[in-house]
């Protein structure tokens, strides 16, 4: 009897997981890129325009006012200028490292699925190899998410202050819809198109194309694997969240008493080891996840690839209308 195509993947990509702990460093690396989660930044910034009061303008506004408090801003602007540079060669450090762990982890899962041997050295050197383009495609899909987001965001936040026209109010369900649509589609685009470049060394124009034509033939397919992968955060965000309070109640039960007996010090320092163990314990759920869905969909790409990936629902759909049912 033929086992159903994600309870495969599922099950592969959970044994990657399991039994292939050096690739966790890799999906802590990858986690910061959100691959799998690009919705949740759509959400995260609904929430935060829903919940708060204040208006684009004024958070410009509180940012240059902030600024020009600080003591040192208005005689040592060359020593803001080091730190800005400082800041900005850090964080392009730290970019360089994410995308080659984006790379080397699609890479390991790749090789490991094919049951070959998968090194960290020669992995992040593949990975290296394809840098480029790889950066490319996280940028380009990177841009295009974030300005679908801003394209949604403005008449949310037009119709909240007050000054929608009635025309935007009706329309915004429609433009909310078309950005989440968007958002799926260059989330999907973005991984085949890096396991092209990875896997079969497409250049960025081809790998584009040919990600566009893999989606396009594999649509239902991609939003089933979503859905998939979905639920597995919904668990992993659930298991996060019971951590973090089983963590958080005996360092708080130490903290009250200590606040208590007027001993502050042994509060503050329970107070600081709770949140650095919950800081460790949100990174490693994180990183596992990013594992397991990197691992899920480079097997899903790889089987696509091999003509060997049909929809679920397509499946059933034939079951039901078959005269045999």
């Given at each position: 009897?033929?086992?159903?195509?994600?309870?495969?993947?599922?099950?592969?990509?959970?044994?990657?997981?399991?039994?292939?702990?050096?690739?966790?460093?890799?999906?802590?690396?990858?986690?910061?890129?959100g691959?799998?989660?690009?919705?949740?930044?759509?959400?995260?910034?609904?929430?935060?325009?829903?919940?708060?009061?204040?208006?684009?303008?004024e958070?410009?506004r509180?940012?240059?006012?902030?600024?020009?408090?600080?003591?040192?801003?208005?005689?040592?602007?060359?020593?803001?200028?080091?730190?800005?540079?400082?800041?900005?060669?850090?964080?392009?450090?730290?970019?360089?490292?994410?995308?080659?762990?984006?790379?080397?982890?699609?890479?390991?899962?790749?090789?490991?699925?094919?049951?070959?041997?998968?090194?960290?050295?020669?992995?992040?050197?593949?990975?290296?190899?394809?840098?480029?383009?790889?950066?490319?495609?996280?940028?380009?899909?990177?841009?295009?998410?974030?300005?679908?987001?801003?394209?949604?965001?403005?008449?949310?936040?037009?119709?909240?202050?007050?000054?929608?026209?009635?025309?935007?109010?009706?329309?915004?369900?429609?433009?909310?819809?078309?950005?989440?649509?968007?958002?799926?589609?260059?989330s999907?685009?973005?991984?085949?198109?890096?396991?092209?470049i990875?896997?079969?060394?497409?250049?960025?124009?081809?790998?584009?194309?040919?990600?566009?034509?893999?989606?396009?033939?594999?649509?239902?397919?991609?939003?089933e694997?979503?859905?998939?992968?979905?639920?597995?955060?919904?668990?992993?965000?659930?298991?996060?969240?019971?951590?973090?309070?089983?963590?958080?109640?005996?360092?708080?039960?130490?903290?009250?008493?200590?606040?208590?007996?007027?001993v502050?010090?042994?509060?503050?320092?329970?107070?600081?080891?709770?949140?650095?163990?919950?800081?460790?314990?949100?990174?490693?759920?994180?990183?596992?996840?990013?594992?397991?869905?990197?691992?899920?969909?480079?097997?899903?790409?790889?089987?696509?690839?091999?003509?060997?990936?049909?929809?679920?629902?397509?499946?059933?759909?034939?079951?039901?209308k078959?005269?045999?049912?």
């Amino acid at each position: 009897m033929h086992t159903p195509l994600y309870r495969e993947v599922v099950k592969e990509a959970f044994e990657i997981t399991r039994h292939k702990k050096y690739l966790w460093l890799f999906g802590l690396l990858a986690a910061f890129l959100g691959n799998g989660g690009a919705l949740e930044l759509f959400i995260k910034v609904f929430s935060q325009i829903v919940n708060s009061s204040v208006t684009f303008t004024e958070s410009v506004r509180m940012v240059l006012t902030g600024w020009r408090a600080l003591p040192w801003a208005s005689d040592t602007i060359s020593l803001a200028v080091v730190l800005v540079a400082i800041l900005i060669a850090i964080g392009i450090l730290f970019l360089i490292a994410v995308v080659l762990g984006h790379g080397a982890l699609i890479l390991s899962c790749a090789q490991i699925h094919k049951s070959k041997e998968a090194k960290q050295p020669k992995m992040w050197l593949v990975a290296w190899r394809s840098f480029w383009p790889l950066a490319g495609v996280v940028v380009l899909f990177k841009l295009l998410i974030v300005s679908a987001v801003g394209i949604a965001v403005w008449p949310l936040h037009l119709i909240l202050a007050g000054r929608a026209t009635a025309w935007l109010t009706v329309l915004f369900p429609f433009i909310f819809l078309g950005v989440i649509c968007f958002i799926l589609i260059c989330s999907f685009l973005s991984f085949f198109a890096a396991s092209f470049i990875l896997l079969e060394k497409d250049e960025l124009p081809n790998a584009i194309a040919k990600s566009w034509q893999l989606f396009m033939d594999h649509w239902l397919v991609s939003v089933e694997m979503a859905g998939v992968t979905f639920l597995a955060s919904t668990v992993a965000g659930l298991a996060a969240v019971f951590g973090i309070v089983l963590l958080a109640v005996p360092f708080s039960v130490v903290a009250a008493l200590s606040f208590v007996y007027v001993v502050p010090i042994i509060g503050i320092v329970s107070i600081f080891i709770s949140s650095i163990l919950a800081l460790m314990f949100v990174f490693y759920v994180g990183s596992l996840l990013a594992t397991f869905q990197t691992a899920a969909w480079v097997i899903l790409f790889l089987r696509m690839r091999e003509g060997r990936a049909g929809s679920k629902l397509l499946r059933l759909f034939k079951v039901i209308k078959s005269p045999h049912f």
